[in-house]
């Protein structure tokens, strides 16, 4: 599994606690008395370290290779989950999954972002980053939602649309944008959970729901820490510095009042257990969807609109 910086501490001691453990199983050296001292170091340790991290910390879970996936979540959350493809205009986009299926026996829209795991999954999935063939397969699936009157669920994970030059020759920034305009018109619910990285309008194509929830150590963000360090500072590798300052993090935008729900994820990250991560979920999702079945279309439309529109109120002196 992919070790990140913070937890190398940990895995020194892990390691040791192994060692003795053999020691002891292999001869007749008892060194129970050790073992047990060094476990409850281990405990503490884990406590101090996960209970306290930085920024810089929570973007390398978000970011961890072996992070939960949309299609991850589809199974454990959903049944009869039927995946489609295309935007019948170009193509399909590996990118982005969506499809129906039934939570807790009702019909949902699913969509949401998809990275890979491995190398060759990560190009076919070209490393989650969205063409714009996404965002219209996204889109044609929840105006047909709305058609049903199926709520939509989002998932949201990566580090931003397409960059390259096909990408923008088909229309990136207009399908983006048209996929802004036209959530926020949607009259069905629509709950989006950032489970990994939200970054800039790639996530926020996504995004624009009656709820925002996001996984605890999850991030959103206009720009990723490299890229933000990079125009700050002309160096991207004063990216610790720059997550820092961002606010991009659960923690700072719960503050900031731009997300609804901190989802808790098991000790050390959601790749540690994605069941018990599927079970963190389920009920926040339960509870949003329950809160918005009692709104009317208007009311709907009524309370998206007053969520985007006090993000970022400020005063003039």
């Given at each position: 599994?992919?070790?990140l910086?913070?937890e190398k501490p940990?895995?020194?001691?892990?390691?040791?606690?192994?060692e003795?453990?053999?020691?002891?199983e292999?001869s007749?050296?008892d060194?129970?008395?050790?073992?047990?001292t060094?476990?409850?170091?281990l405990a503490t340790?884990?406590?101090?370290?996960y209970?306290?991290?930085?920024?810089w910390?929570r973007?390398?879970?978000?970011?961890?290779?072996?992070?939960?996936?949309?299609l991850?979540?589809?199974e454990?959350?959903f049944?009869?989950?039927?995946?489609?493809?295309?935007d019948r205009?170009y193509?399909?986009?590996?990118?982005?999954?969506?499809?129906?299926?039934?939570?807790?026996?009702?019909p949902?829209?699913?969509?949401?972002?998809?990275?890979?795991?491995?190398?060759?999954?990560?190009?076919?999935?070209?490393?989650?980053m969205?063409?714009?063939?996404?965002?219209r397969?996204?889109?044609?699936h929840?105006?047909?939602?709305?058609?049903?009157h199926r709520?939509?669920?989002t998932?949201i994970?990566?580090?931003?649309a397409?960059?390259?030059?096909?990408?923008e020759?088909?229309?990136q920034?207009?399908?983006?944008?048209?996929?802004?305009?036209?959530m926020a018109?949607?009259?069905v619910?629509?709950?989006c959970i950032v489970?990994?990285?939200g970054?800039?309008?790639g996530a926020?194509?996504?995004?624009?729901g009656n709820?925002?929830?996001?996984l605890?150590?999850?991030?959103y963000?206009?720009i990723s820490?490299e890229?933000a360090?990079?125009?700050?500072?002309k160096?991207?590798?004063?990216?610790?510095?720059s997550?820092?300052s961002?606010?991009?993090?659960?923690?700072?935008?719960k503050?900031?009042?731009?997300?609804d729900?901190i989802i808790?994820?098991?000790?050390?990250?959601a790749h540690?257990?994605?069941e018990?991560?599927a079970?963190?979920?389920?009920?926040?999702?339960?509870?949003s969807?329950?809160e918005?079945?009692?709104?009317?279309?208007?009311?709907?439309?009524?309370?998206?609109w007053?969520?985007?529109?006090?993000?970022?109120i400020?005063?003039?002196?």
């Amino acid at each position: 599994m992919q070790l990140l910086d913070f937890e190398k501490p940990l895995v020194d001691l892990r390691n040791k606690i192994e060692e003795l453990k053999n020691i002891t199983e292999n001869s007749e050296i008892d060194l129970s008395g050790e073992i047990k001292t060094l476990e409850k170091r281990l405990a503490t340790l884990e406590d101090d370290i996960y209970e306290n991290l930085k920024p810089w910390d929570r973007v390398q879970i978000a970011r961890h290779q072996q992070r939960p996936t949309t299609l991850d979540y589809v199974e454990l959350l959903f049944e009869d989950f039927m995946e489609f493809h295309g935007d019948r205009y170009y193509g399909d986009d590996a990118a982005i999954v969506t499809g129906i299926g039934t939570f807790n026996g009702e019909p949902v829209t699913i969509v949401g972002h998809q990275r890979g795991k491995r190398t060759k999954e990560n190009i076919y999935r070209n490393f989650g980053m969205p063409h714009p063939e996404g965002y219209r397969k996204a889109l044609r699936h929840m105006k047909l939602a709305e058609k049903f009157h199926r709520p939509i669920i989002t998932f949201i994970d990566t580090k931003g649309a397409e960059p390259g030059k096909g990408a923008e020759e088909r229309g990136q920034s207009e399908a983006i944008a048209l996929n802004l305009k036209e959530m926020a018109g949607l009259t069905v619910p629509i709950i989006c959970i950032v489970t990994g990285e939200g970054g800039s309008g790639g996530a926020l194509a996504l995004g624009v729901g009656n709820y925002i929830h996001m996984l605890e150590n999850s991030t959103y963000s206009v720009i990723s820490p490299e890229g933000a360090a990079a125009i700050l500072w002309k160096d991207a590798t004063k990216a610790q510095k720059s997550a820092e300052s961002l606010k991009i993090t659960a923690q700072d935008l719960k503050e900031l009042n731009i997300l609804d729900e901190i989802i808790p994820e098991p000790k050390g990250g959601a790749h540690r257990d994605v069941e018990e991560q599927a079970n963190n979920i389920k009920p926040v999702i339960e509870k949003s969807l329950k809160e918005l079945k009692k709104l009317s279309e208007d009311e709907l439309l009524e309370q998206r609109w007053q969520k985007f529109k006090q993000i970022g109120i400020f005063k003039q002196s």
